[in-house]
């Protein structure tokens, strides 16, 4: 059975620094996608970032150049660095992951974890 335990969320005040961490276990997937994905109260799941098996990432605009996914395969770990936080970057962070090659829209992953609040405050 996937778990996925997401920790390393706080409250930060605006230009401050947060790394998010994910535990992954049962998992046997050799293809897959690793994502962060944010719910804001009363907004829609936003796909953050994503990082597929073969090591290929990607960003929203919104945080390019200030959040940096990682992965560390021996510890089956999924890593979210993020530094000049903003209140917009206010959100409950869910680690998600998904059994194929690609990364697919933030709706469609198939393991969730519980999600871990980030607060920043201006």
């Known amino acids: 059975q996937v778990q996925l335990v997401e920790s390393g969320g706080g409250s930060v005040q605006a230009g401050g620094s947060l790394r998010l961490s994910c535990a992954a276990s049962g998992y046997t997937y050799e293809t897959y996608c690793m994502a962060w994905i944010r719910q804001a109260p009363g907004k829609e799941r936003e796909g953050v970032a994503n990082?597929?098996?073969?090591?290929?990432?990607a960003y929203a605009d919104s945080v390019k150049g200030r959040f940096t996914i990682s992965k560390d395969n021996a510890k089956n770990n999924v890593y979210l660095q993020m530094h000049s936080l903003k209140p917009e970057d206010t959100a409950m962070y869910y680690c998600?992951?998904?059994?194929?090659?690609?990364?697919?829209?933030?709706?469609?992953?198939?393991?969730w974890g519980q999600g871990t609040q980030v607060t920043v405050s201006s």
């Open positions: 998600a992951t998904e059994p194929r090659p690609y990364c697919p829209p933030p709706n469609e992953y198939a393991y």
């Open positions: 990082i597929r098996s073969n090591g290929v990432t």
